[in-house]
């Protein structure tokens, strides 16, 4: 269980959900998406929101200016915090100015803010980032099942299934509590109905 639950930690980390979610969008809405290369659109996603943000924490830990890469304590996440904002806010520029579909400008914004929120509250309190980013995608996974053509309740369904398994993982490994996981889940929703009425 430790060793799947390590696993799933990495697998599902919230660097790698906006990837995971431009794959999802670009599938369920071909005709949106239509005149972007597939390959070319998830590197372009992949590289802004994963790879820089993950060369700017390595480079952190290398220069010692954080202790660890799993960042455990909560005052370690305030720089590499700065650091992945930045890099969010022109990965949203990107996404707004570079002709992407309405649906994931939403979703980009909708994780910024959720950022925002969660840097403020980790200066008192430390949350799960982890469940920042299921709740974020849950609640993307929402607005795609009523935006899509198709019936994707078994998508949702399965989101649903996969927040509660993170968060059981999270609370197996000891990285959080309880309380830590649900105020991490509520502050990515929160971040994507922001982002739904702020887009415009």
């Known amino acids: 269980m430790k060793v799947i ?7 599902f980390h919230p660097l790698l959900w906006p990837t995971i979610m431009i794959v999802i969008f670009m599938t369920f809405n071909k005709y949106t998406f239509q ?3 597939f390959g070319l659109t998830v590197l372009k996603i ?4 994963f790879f820089f943000p993950a060369i700017c924490i390595l480079l952190m ?22 650091g992945i904002i930045s890099l969010y806010v022109w990965s949203f520029m990107v996404v707004k100015k570079g002709g992407f579909p309405t649906i994931m400008g939403v979703f980009m914004l909708g994780v910024l803010i959720s950022l925002f929120i969660s840097f403020v509250i980790n200066v008192f ?21 009523l935006i899509s053509p ?12 996969l927040a ?19 105020v991490g889940f509520l502050v990515g929703i929160i971040g994507q109905i922001f982002g739904i009425f702020f887009f415009q």
């Open 125 to 145: 309190y430390k949350l799960s980032l982890h469940m920042v980013g299921m709740g974020g995608v849950l609640m993307a996974m929402i607005l795609q099942c």
């Open 61 to 82: 830990w290398k220069l010692d200016l954080i202790p660890s890469l799993t960042l455990d304590d909560k005052k370690d996440r305030i720089l590499p915090f700065v």
């Open 5 to 11: 639950s390590r696993i799933t930690a990495y697998l």
């Open 164 to 182: 509660g398994f993170v968060a059981t993982t999270r609370i197996y490994l000891g990285a959080h509590n309880l309380m830590q996981v649900y």
């Open 35 to 37: 005149s972007m290369p």
């Open 150 to 161: 198709n019936n994707l309740n078994y998508m949702l369904l399965t989101f649903i299934v």
């Open 46 to 49: 992949f590289i802004n929101t």
